[in-house]
């Protein structure tokens, strides 16, 4: 019994094991953060939202590049983009030079009073007109109203027959073939002309959903100084420019990739120099 309790106390060589002794901690053993707990008011449920199929609703985000566009859409912006990057010869980027804000706001003040009258218009006159006839009044002839002439073919033949004295041409027509030819012909035959953004501010004029050119012929007595002064204007920013014009061309703008690329062997290069240096 004493043996035993002696073997106790000592280890197997019979060295005695002080009780003060303490190992050594682990040094790799990290102390956890006490997890600070979160007050929680009863009165507001947690309700997490589950977006799996036949569930909560999905958020509204912005799925504009993965729509499928139709055709025309799609063909429009390809063709914006290309003329962007293409060479676009003169007689073609000449519809990009419009007239400025200023001038258009005067022009197109002065086009809506000379804007053809409306059907329902045009229907009360010839009723008033037959009434008096019915009533025994002579039917006297009545001077003819001022309106802008509209069309393709009515503008080209006014200006072949040096009628026209103003010429205002769609910047947006579709194909641009059906104007194309129309400011050459205006400066060979000597008349004003100018080219305006949107079809469909010159439909609103002649009272049509959109027109490639309007011109007039005649103006009244009233307008006639604020016509000439208009003219002069017009004639200096387009007729007057005619070399300028001609020797213009369109297009040619890189990309955002492409531009990025030059960027960075230009970099590139006078890094090169510098070295060199």
């Known amino acids: 019994m004493v043996q035993k309790a002696l073997n106790k106390k000592t280890g197997k060589k019979g060295k005695v094991i002080s009780k003060r002794k303490k190992i050594a901690p682990n040094p790799m053993a990290v102390a956890k953060p006490v997890a ?38 799609r063909v429009q912006r390809q063709m ?50 037959a009434k008096l006839v019915a009533k025994g009044q002579e039917d006297l002839p009545v001077k003819k109203r001022i309106i802008v002439r509209q069309g393709i073919n009515t503008v080209t033949k006014l200006v072949e027959q040096k009628k026209a004295r103003l010429v205002c041409i769609a910047s947006d027509v579709e194909p641009i073939e059906l104007v194309v030819f129309l400011p050459s012909l205006c400066r060979k035959m000597g008349v004003p002309y100018c080219i305006v953004k949107n079809k469909a501010r010159l439909g609103r004029i002649a009272r049509r959903k959109n027109c490639t050119s309007l011109c007039l012929t005649e103006v009244e ?57």
């Open 80 to 129: 914006s983009i290309l003329k962007q990057r293409l060479k676009v010869p003169p007689p073609i980027h000449q519809f990009k030079q419009c007239l400025d804000r200023q001038k258009a706001l005067e022009l197109f003040r002065m086009l809506e009073r000379y804007r053809p009258e409306t059907k329902k218009a045009k229907r009360l006159r010839l009723k008033q007109r």
């Open 36 to 73: 600070v707990k979160k007050i929680v008011n009863p009165l507001f449920e947690k309700r997490p939202r589950n977006f799996g199929i036949g569930r909560d609703i999905q958020p509204k985000r912005d799925l504009t590049r993965f729509v499928r566009w139709p055709k025309y859409i």
């Open 221 to 277: 007595g009233s307008d006639r100084s604020n016509f000439n002064k208009l003219v002069e204007a017009i004639k200096t920013n387009y007729n007057e420019r005619a070399d300028e014009i001609r020797k213009n061309w369109g297009g040619k703008t890189l990309g955002s990739k492409s531009a990025a690329k030059l960027r960075k062997l230009e970099k590139a290069k006078a890094r090169e120099l510098k070295k060199a240096m």
